[in-house]
């Protein structure tokens, strides 16, 4: 099984789960902004809607041709709106990146990893947004909790070093407290290293 195996603990493994973890993590800050740039598009387009609906049905021009000018403009709005969500650029574009963190981690799981991220802040009310996308807070830390990263080999494997965490506002892969400690700790080592000479070269 999976979850009995412990690759080796030698740099070409720490290259290629640290590859694969930034992969992961640009992956996810990419779907974000994908999102946020589309809700912002969204919420705008309800927006103008209600004006356009107030100044058509509500405050009527005396004028026709204005009048008629809202109307068709609120014709369009809610007509884009409509597509919006048809064509499934809603599904495509902002609920497939809150679904992305939860899938990933259900792949990731037989593997006893974890991808723990900051959790994202819809522009648009979650009442707008199907429940079951956003992140739940008290499962996201259930599950949080039962892995660990482990900064020496005192530390309880069941709990997670919060402070590395909250520093690490980009995310962080996390392993389970069945992968052995030795190779959490060496993982953690060439992470730190490798952060620390990206950090140099920035400067």
């Known amino acids: 099984m999976l979850s009995n195996i412990t690759p080796p603990a030698n740099r070409q493994t ?25 809700e912002a598009f969204l919420l705008t387009i309800l927006i103008v809607s209600f004006i356009l609906a107030y100044k058509t049905f509500i405050s009527i021009s005396p004028y026709k041709l204005i009048h008629y000018l809202y109307l068709a403009l609120f014709l369009v709005s809610v007509t ?4 919006f969500f048809v064509t499934g650029m809603y599904t495509d574009q902002i609920a497939y990146a809150y679904k992305f963190i939860p899938q990933t981690n259900r792949a990731l799981r037989p593997f006893n990893m974890f991808l723990a991220t900051p959790q994202p802040q819809p522009l648009i009310s979650s009442k ?6 956003l992140y739940s807070k008290s499962s996201n830390h259930s599950i949080i909790n039962s892995y660990s990263t482990i900064s020496n080999s005192s530390a309880n494997p069941s709990l997670i070093d919060s402070n590395h965490l909250n520093l690490n506002t980009n995310g962080q892969l996390l392993f389970s407290s069945k992968v052995d400690s030795h190779f959490i700790e060496s993982y953690q080592k060439y992470r730190h290293q490798w952060e620390q000479l990206c950090k140099k070269k920035t400067t």
């Open 14 to 38: 720490f290259k290629d789960i640290l590859v694969f973890e930034e992969r992961l993590k640009q992956n996810s800050q990419r779907l974000q902004r994908q999102r946020l740039k589309y």
């Open 80 to 83: 884009t709106l409509i597509l």
């Open 128 to 133: 707008l947004i199907k429940p079951s996308l």
